[in-house]
């Protein structure tokens, strides 16, 4: 069992920047490979970036590339993302999520999702 607890979300102006951060305890986070999805409101959960254990793969989504980079710090058990040139269309609640799996990224299914973080960008 992994337990995963974002934190880092809020409130912030297009153009802003801002700094997630995925707490995970249980299992050997090194273990797994970790994702970052967002859900806004009336909207399907959609994928944002995913990274692999050793953090030396990434993968992004069209719609953040260049925007957005996911890291990991295994020490610490921590998975980052962060978000420059934030626009309205990124406001959502954003997941992260974990997968038991040394394979490199993209990937079709998690097995631990967090409870998520809202971050809202005004115009």
């Not at 880092?8 to 102006?13: F, N, T």
């Not at 802003?16 to 797994?32: H, I, V």
């Not at 997968?99 to 490199?104: I, V």
């Amino acid at each position: 069992q992994v337990h995963l607890v974002e934190s880092g979300g809020g409130l912030v102006q297009a153009g802003d920047s801002l700094r997630l951060s995925c707490a995970a305890s249980g299992r050997t986070f090194s273990s797994y490979a970790m994702g970052w999805f967002r859900q806004a409101p009336g909207k399907e959960r959609e994928f944002v970036a995913a990274i692999n254990w050793s953090g030396r793969r990434t993968y992004y989504s069209d719609s953040v590339s260049g925007r957005f980079t996911i890291s990991r710090d295994n020490a610490r058990n921590t998975m980052y993302l962060q978000m420059n040139s934030l626009k309205p269309e990124d406001t959502a609640i954003y997941y992260c999520a974990a997968r038991y799996t040394y394979a490199d990224p993209p990937y079709t299914k998690y097995d631990y999702w967090g409870q998520g973080t809202q971050v809202t960008v005004s115009s």
